[in-house]
């Protein structure tokens, strides 16, 4: 009696086998994406210039600069034509005369309607298309956000910034996660120069795995070698990312705004500029030229890689390759709408996608 190995791409996705927590290279990597359309068009560079609700994700002290009124920021976008489905929400409040900053924050990615296919195949050998059934694998990531001014001297300014994050992770009926870790950041200014410095993950962040697979899901994993997962907790490795940019004032209604960032990671050799098994760094570029602070056009580069040349026959040599970005903006009043046109593989072999995102500052109703 022949048997194929069952299909589940959800578990390829999402499964930590083993026993005693580990370190994962690539773990909750859907919270690397990016939020907000002006950061994904320039390159994934925000850390030192963030000033929006986008903060809560990218560098919490930069919320210290939503001061009058709340701010509400949204975003959606669709990958790899549509089969992955990615929302961003976030929500800023000043509080104590503008000094300090709460926000919320809610990341979701989901693939839906992914084939389960562990019961295609029945006992005697032939195939019934008919038990053939779908479930959805999602991520979520709850961000909870303080921010903090502190007055160093007079054109200096200095911002603290803290996460909370709660994690939930599942793939169908068959496994789920949970999860917390924190993010402590800091934010510098001083006048046209900005310096950040955020420690994402700084005490670790885990997910403890359990899964509920019945005797006969049990049964087929057996008959067709597949592993049979046991409840596990995965951890993920503190990361570093240092930014600085500089503010170019080209006239009296353009500027010039110039970020670049470093990622540095310890968990291990990775594909980066710099590259060894004590500490990878994987740097960014971000541009962003703004007209009287309505019109704004940006661009990017980041995800630096080495890669297999195409045009090589041999498939011996190797050319550095990156992903582009650009992006475009305008505000209306109270109201900011983004565009970021993003790409998903390399300069050589594009794979694009759209995002759009919205800022809405909301204003205070007026004291009687």
């Not at 000033?51 to 976008?77: C, E, F, I, R």
């Amino acid at each position: 009696m022949k048997h194929r190995r069952p299909l589940l791409i959800a578990f390829t996705l999402t499964l930590g086998l083993g026993l005693h927590a580990q370190f994962r290279k690539y773990s909750n990597e859907f919270l690397n994406i990016g939020a907000g359309a002006r950061g994904l068009s320039m390159g994934n560079a925000q850390v030192a210039t963030v000033d929006d609700a986008t903060a809560g994700y990218w560098n919490p002290a930069g919320l210290v600069n939503v001061k009058d009124q709340p701010q509400l920021s949204l975003m959606h976008a669709e990958y790899f034509a549509g089969i992955g489905k990615y929302d961003f929400g976030a929500l800023a409040i000043p509080v104590s005369g503008g000094k300090r900053t709460v926000g919320i924050s809610l990341l979701r990615f989901a693939v839906d309607d992914i084939p389960n296919t562990i019961f295609l195949v029945q006992p005697d050998g032939t195939i019934n298309f008919d038990n053939i059934t779908t479930f959805s694998s999602a991520d979520y990531a709850f961000i909870f956000s303080l921010a903090q001014q502190v007055k160093v001297r007079k054109k200096h300014d200095l911002n603290f910034g803290i996460n909370a994050k709660i994690i939930h992770r599942k793939a169908g009926d068959f496994a789920t996660a949970w999860g917390f870790g924190f993010d402590a950041a800091i934010q510098y200014q001083h006048r046209n120069w900005k310096l950040g410095l955020v420690a994402r993950d700084v005490t670790t962040t885990f997910n403890a795995w359990s899964y509920s697979l019945n005797e006969s899901v049990r049964e087929v994993f057996y008959l067709t070698k597949n592993e049979v997962p046991l409840h596990s907790t995965e951890l993920t490795a503190p990361k570093l990312i240092a930014g600085g940019s500089y503010n170019f004032k080209v006239s009296k209604s353009v500027n010039l705004l110039a970020e670049a960032n470093l990622d540095f990671t310890f968990d291990g050799r990775r594909n980066t500029v710099l590259s060894s098994k004590a500490v990878s760094i994987d740097p960014k570029i971000g541009l962003e030229a703004s007209v009287k602070n309505v019109f704004f056009v940006r661009g990017g580069i980041n995800n630096f890689q080495k890669a297999l040349d195409e045009t090589d026959s041999s498939n011996t040599k190797k050319v550095w390759i990156y992903q582009p970005s650009v992006g475009a903006g305008f505000r209306i009043s109270n109201v900011q709408i983004d565009y970021a046109f993003t790409n998903l593989a390399n300069q050589s072999n594009p794979l694009y996608t759209h995002i759009f995102s919205l800022r809405l500052d909301l204003k205070k109703k007026p004291k009687k």
